[in-house]
Nanobody, 129 residues
């Protein structure tokens, strides 16, 4: 069992920055691709960003179009933590943000919520105008 705990959410104004963290335990963190998803009230959970597990000592990142150039996903395998740096926040970024883990590295699956096996409890991000 992999357990994930998100933190770092809060209430900010449009244009501000926020850094989310996801701490993992229970398995070998470096063997998992780590994704970030978000869900606004009344909406489906949607993909935000992901960073694969290391292959040939390299990672691959993916982002949904609406956050490209503003958000950056990174990981610290030694510290069992994945991060989501969010800059230039917009009101439409308001949602509960979840981190998730999967073993796949395939581009056909890492952006799909159904591919992820483990989920955190979520952290609220609210961006006011």
């Amino acid at each position: 069992q992999v357990q994930l705990v998100e933190s770092g959410g809060g209430l900010v104004q449009a244009g501000d920055s926020l850094r989310l963290s996801c701490a993992a335990s229970g398995r070998t963190f470096s063997s998992y691709t780590m994704g970030w998803f978000r869900q606004a009230p009344g909406e489906e959970r949607e993909f935000v960003a992901t960073i694969t597990r290391s292959v040939a000592r390299a990672y691959t990142t993916y982002y949904t179009d609406s956050v490209k150039g503003r958000f950056t996903v990174s990981r610290d395998d030694a510290g069992n933590t994945v991060y989501l740096q969010m800059n230039s926040l917009k009101p439409e970024d308001t949602a509960v943000y979840y981190c998730a883990a999967t073993v796949t590295i395939s581009s056909n699956y890492v952006t799909k919520k159904n591919a992820y096996d483990y989920w955190g409890q979520g952290t609220q991000v609210t961006v006011s105008s």
